[in-house]
């Protein structure tokens, strides 16, 4: 959406015109519910909130009183017609979620009430809130961080426990402490380094210069651990990718369908039915996953599923855990041999004997694995390997228990007290900053330093710190991260 034209400066934050407004949208999920919540902020908050809310016998309510709920009569302004009865909660700045005067409006749920609502809302001189835009108002504000405010948008999308506890301590500043404090140290060094330059006729002292070198390697040592811990993040944010492969028909969807509990998968007894994958997040107890079926790894007959194989391919090589998946009800073949070859050399690799309610073709010796010829070839399945019907449902709770021992192994738990960064946008800015950071270490280390180009390269460095908290942030960067909310939040 086009952003106004024209704005301000406040707090070193340049604020568009649009803030301006006063905003409003329905805050809670659409459905069926008990009851809905609509939200409006800006300055004119009370005022239009005043225009569509009446008190016991048409009296006019007062909303100058912060935090005090009071029951009353919804009525669009136009058509004069009550709505509903409602309970409306004034919020006064800065006592806020966007620090702005804000008026909550509790109405039944359902479609109908709530559209109802706020489009009398809307009537009364509020404009449609766009996607994201309370916390977006939330941080211009500065109630929030741009770090804190990513963490929002993971709030919600969190699929289970885990991920909720890593956007939870990310709301709460762990992550926003933790750069603030390298911010700082970059600041320091800075302010080291230029105290000197202000004298350019005295020669920088050999151990304010040594100072000035631990200073600023310190800040690269802190700044690169930090960004060191973006897989583990990413991985506790958005889920640990686990791709389901083998052949054709050995049960690959079915199983998908199994791990998520519900039919997501189109199931076949035609082989090839999958020409594409596809992925579905799942919580596996307290583990994010984001589950992938895959096309069939054989010959191709179209291109197509050439493509799709390819695919297939490509989501292994960068997959961090792997399930290959053989069908115990027929024997052991080539393209079995295939499977297991291409994804030897995975990080992590489980491996699945489906159709464990149908008698079994080969068998897996404890300890030794199975070795059958196939067209005078080796084929090795190394143990463990878990029996599974995906048909039955039987062996699927073996599986989650390995799935979540994958993951223990990785380091992946969940959130532990030391700060992790979760997002690109963080690791990139991290990334930056080191990339600074080092080449002041490196002209620090030479036979004469150059003051002023250390000062420049620290002075870039503290301005990607800067840019990851959104002390420092264009437009564009905005509107890319608020889109993703959804409307109301």
């Given at each position: 959406m086009?952003?106004?034209?024209?704005?301000?400066?406040?707090?070193?934050?340049?604020?568009?015109?649009?803030?301006?407004?006063?905003?409003?949208?329905?805050?809670?999920?659409?459905?069926?519910?008990?009851?809905?919540?609509?939200?409006?902020?800006?300055?004119e908050a009370r005022t239009?909130?005043?225009?569509?809310?009446?008190?016991?016998?048409?009296?006019?309510?007062?909303?100058?009183e912060s935090h005090r709920a009071r029951v009353a009569d919804l009525v669009?302004?136009?058509?004069?017609?009550?709505?509903?009865?409602?309970?409306?909660?004034?919020?006064?700045?800065?006592?806020?979620?966007?620090?702005?005067?804000?008026?909550?409006?509790?109405?039944?749920?359902?479609?109908?009430?709530?559209?109802?609502a706020l489009r009398a809302i809307l009537h009364a001189g509020a404009r449609a809130a766009r996607a994201g835009e309370f916390t977006e108002r939330a941080f211009l504000n500065?109630?929030?961080?741009?770090?804190?405010?990513?963490?929002?948008?993971?709030?919600?999308?969190?699929?289970?426990?885990?991920?909720?506890?890593?956007?939870?301590?990310?709301?709460?500043?762990?992550?926003?402490?933790?750069?603030?404090?390298?911010?700082?140290?970059?600041?320091?060094?800075?302010?080291?380094?230029e105290a000197h330059l202000d004298f350019p006729e005295d020669d920088l002292p050999p151990a304010a210069l040594a100072d000035l070198r631990s200073a600023v390697a310190d800040a690269r040592l802190r700044t690169a651990s930090l960004a060191s811990t973006y897989d583990r993040g990413r991985l506790l944010r958005d889920g640990i990718r686990t791709v389901l492969v083998g052949k054709p028909n050995v049960g690959k969807s079915s199983l998908l369908n199994a791990l998520l509990g519900r039919e997501r998968a189109l199931v076949s007894e035609e082989p090839g039915t999958t020409r594409d994958f596809l992925e579905e997040p799942a919580a596996i107890g307290d583990v994010a996953v984001l589950l992938c079926d895959t096309a069939g790894m054989r010959p191709a007959s179209d291109r197509v599923e050439t493509a799709g194989i390819d695919r297939t391919r490509e989501l292994v090589n960068a997959a961090d855990l792997v399930m290959v998946v053989l069908d115990g009800s027929r024997p052991l073949d080539e393209l079995d041999a295939q499977v297991l070859?291409?994804?030897?050399?995975?990080?992590?690799?489980?491996l699945l004997r489906n159709k464990s309610d149908l008698p079994p073709a080969w068998e897996a010796s404890d300890g030794a694995g199975v070795r059958r010829r196939v067209n005078g070839g080796d084929v090795a399945v190394s143990?463990?390997?878990?029996?599974?019907?995906?048909?039955?449902?039987?062996?699927?709770?073996?599986?989650?228990?390995?799935?979540?021992?994958?993951?223990?192994?990785?380091?992946?738990?969940?959130?532990?007290?030391?700060?992790?960064?979760?997002?690109?946008?963080?690791?990139?800015?991290?990334?930056?900053?080191?990339?600074?950071?080092?080449?002041a270490e490196?002209?620090?280390?030479?036979?004469?330093?150059?003051?002023?180009?250390?000062?420049?390269?620290?002075?870039?460095?503290s301005s990607a710190l800067e840019a990851l908290l959104g002390l420092a942030s264009d437009e564009e960067i905005l509107d890319r991260i608020f889109r993703r909310f959804c409307i109301g939040k």
């Open positions: 086009a952003r106004a034209v024209g704005g301000r400066i406040w707090y070193g934050a340049w604020v568009p015109a649009y803030v301006e407004d006063t905003i409003a949208a329905v805050a809670t999920a659409p459905g069926v519910g008990a009851i809905a919540v609509l939200r409006v902020s800006g300055r239009i909130a005043s225009r569509v809310v009446r008190g016991r016998r048409g009296s006019k309510l007062d909303l100058k669009d302004p136009i058509t004069g017609e009550t709505v509903d009865e409602v309970l409306v909660l004034p919020m006064l700045a800065p006592r806020s979620y966007t620090g702005e005067d804000t008026v909550e409006i509790h109405c039944h749920g359902g479609s109908q009430v709530p559209r109802l500065g109630r929030l961080d741009l770090c804190q405010a990513e963490a929002v948008a993971d709030l919600i999308g969190a699929a289970n426990e885990t991920a909720a506890a890593v956007a939870r301590s990310q709301l709460g500043g762990l992550l926003s402490t933790e750069v603030s404090g390298l911010r700082e140290a970059v600041l320091d060094a800075r302010a080291l380094c070859s291409e994804t030897e050399a995975s990080t992590a690799r489980i143990p463990p390997i878990i029996d599974v019907s995906a048909l039955a449902g039987t062996g699927i709770p073996v599986l989650c228990e390995a799935i979540r021992d994958a993951v223990a192994r990785g380091g992946l738990e969940g959130p532990r007290e030391r700060p992790v960064v979760t997002h690109e946008r963080q690791h990139a800015a991290l990334g930056e900053a080191i990339g600074f950071l080092a080449g490196d002209l620090l280390t030479g036979p004469e330093a150059e003051l002023e180009i250390v000062a420049l390269h620290l002075q870039h460095a």
